[in-house]
């Protein structure tokens, strides 16, 4: 009886040494398999790669748009183009964010293609997709999108009086604090017409005592065209629009209302996610003692500042 129980206790020995053998080279063969796939998966990526082109992304300033229809325009025909990955339309900032591949298309044809829809566009620079720059240096990512080094050089106020000279922590400040509004004013639907951004201009040049001609030239001057100062004006009356009509709407004394903008500027200032390039971090550093966005705003917060005096005017 004992030898009939070590026979079969060797018999499924050898049962369950054999299973393991079959089951090691079933999972060679599938792992032979999956690399196989892995191997031709990466080879049909690279030469995809090579026809197709790399994606790089572009961001472009778009005037005129005045409805929430514009940005499904803006972002239909520039979908239409052969290589566009992703469109981000901004309402409220007046550009469009675009990554598409380089052998595909170009900025030439998204350019044509924004302008033959009926919008003023202009090139802004280029950068990657992993946020470094390409035709202009990025410093830093607001929620995903793109700010470039010489948006710290455009002045907020748009007065077309002398900027004043502003050291870096101050126009990181202004910079980044103008784009997370611009982003809360978009997702608010916040609208400026037009004809707004227009009368602002005349209001302005008025105010000055500058001739068109003369006017024209210290636009191209202090902002580098005629599109990039419309966009500023465009966006301050857009932030001024948000604050007025969702922030402090029915408060009457002008205190009260101060009090409240600040309030609620810190709150969206503390969710908003902002990278910045390690390099400039660096230079951050150097100049305030802070170098990440979430301990950097709270000391800006109440300086005297081109966006503060924005905010709270």
Same mark, same amino acid.
């Given at each position: 009886?004992?030898?009939?129980?070590?026979?079969?206790?060797?018999?499924?020995?050898?049962?369950?040494?054999?299973?393991?053998?079959?089951?090691? @080279?079933?999972?060679?063969?599938?792992?032979?398999?999956?690399?196989?796939?892995?191997?031709?998966? @990466?080879?049909?990526?690279? @030469?995809?790669?090579?026809? #197709?082109? &790399?994606?790089?992304? #572009?961001?472009?300033?778009?005037?005129?748009?005045?409805? %929430?229809?514009?940005?499904?325009?803006?972002?239909?025909?520039?979908?239409?183009? %052969?290589?566009?990955?992703?469109?981000?339309?901004?309402?409220?900032?007046?550009?469009?964010?675009? &990554?598409?591949?380089?052998? /595909?298309?170009?900025?030439? /044809?998204? =350019?044509?293609?924004?302008?033959?829809?009926?919008?003023?566009?202009?090139?802004?620079?280029?950068?990657?997709?992993?946020?470094?720059?390409? #035709?202009?240096?990025?410093?830093?990512?607001?929620?995903?999108?793109?700010?470039? *080094?010489?948006?710290?050089?455009? %002045?907020?106020?748009?007065?077309?009086?002398?900027?004043?000279?502003?050291?870096?922590?101050?126009?990181?400040?202004?910079?980044?604090?103008?784009?997370?509004?611009?982003?809360?004013?978009? #997702?608010?639907?916040?609208?400026?017409? %037009?004809?707004?951004?227009?009368?602002?201009?005349?209001?302005? =040049?008025?105010?000055?005592?500058?001739?068109?001609?003369?006017? *024209?030239?210290?636009?191209?001057?202090?902002?580098?065209?005629?599109?990039?100062?419309?966009?500023?004006? @465009?966006?301050?009356?857009?932030? =001024?629009?948000?604050?007025?009509?969702?922030?402090?709407?029915?408060? /009457?004394?002008?205190?009260?209302?101060?009090?409240?903008?600040?309030?609620?500027?810190?709150?969206?200032?503390?969710?908003?996610?902002?990278?910045?390039?390690?390099?400039?971090?660096?230079?951050?550093?150097?100049?305030?003692?802070?170098?990440?966005?979430?301990?950097?705003?709270?000391?800006?917060?109440?300086?005297?500042?081109?966006?503060?005096?924005?905010?709270?005017?």
């Amino acid at each position: 009886m004992s030898s009939e129980k070590n026979i079969k206790k060797i018999d499924l020995n050898v049962l369950d040494q054999a299973e393991k053998k079959v089951s090691i @080279a079933k999972m060679k063969k599938v792992g032979i398999a999956a690399a196989l796939v892995l191997f031709l998966a @990466a080879g049909s990526y690279a @030469a995809f790669t090579m026809l #197709s082109g &790399k994606v790089i992304g #572009s961001r472009l300033i778009v005037n005129n748009m005045n409805c %929430p229809a514009c940005v499904v325009t803006v972002k239909e025909v520039t979908g239409k183009l %052969p290589g566009v990955v992703e469109a981000e339309v901004s309402l409220a900032a007046q550009d469009v964010t675009i &990554k598409f591949r380089d052998k /595909q298309t170009d900025t030439d /044809q998204i =350019r044509e293609a924004i302008a033959k829809a009926g919008y003023p566009v202009k090139l802004e620079g280029l950068f990657s997709p992993e946020g470094s720059g390409i #035709s202009e240096p990025v410093i830093a990512g607001v929620n995903g999108k793109p700010v470039f *080094a010489k948006d710290l050089n455009i %002045p907020l106020l748009a007065d077309m009086s002398d900027p004043s000279t502003k050291d870096p922590a101050t126009a990181f400040f202004n910079t980044i604090g103008k784009e997370v509004l611009l982003q809360i004013a978009d #997702s608010k639907t916040v609208v400026v017409q %037009p004809y707004e951004v227009e009368a602002e201009v005349e209001r302005i =040049r008025t105010a000055q005592g500058i001739d068109t001609d003369e006017f *024209a030239k210290r636009i191209s001057q202090q902002f580098g065209s005629k599109e990039k100062y419309f966009q500023i004006v @465009a966006q301050r009356l857009g932030i =001024r629009k948000l604050v007025d009509e969702h922030v402090v709407t029915g408060i /009457q004394d002008s205190q009260e209302k101060a009090r409240k903008t600040m309030e609620w500027v810190g709150t969206v200032f503390k969710d908003a996610d902002v990278k910045i390039d390690p390099t400039f971090k660096e230079k951050m550093h150097a100049s305030s003692g802070q170098d990440e966005w979430k301990t950097f705003w709270p000391r800006m917060i109440s300086a005297n500042t081109e966006l503060k005096n924005l905010l709270v005017q």
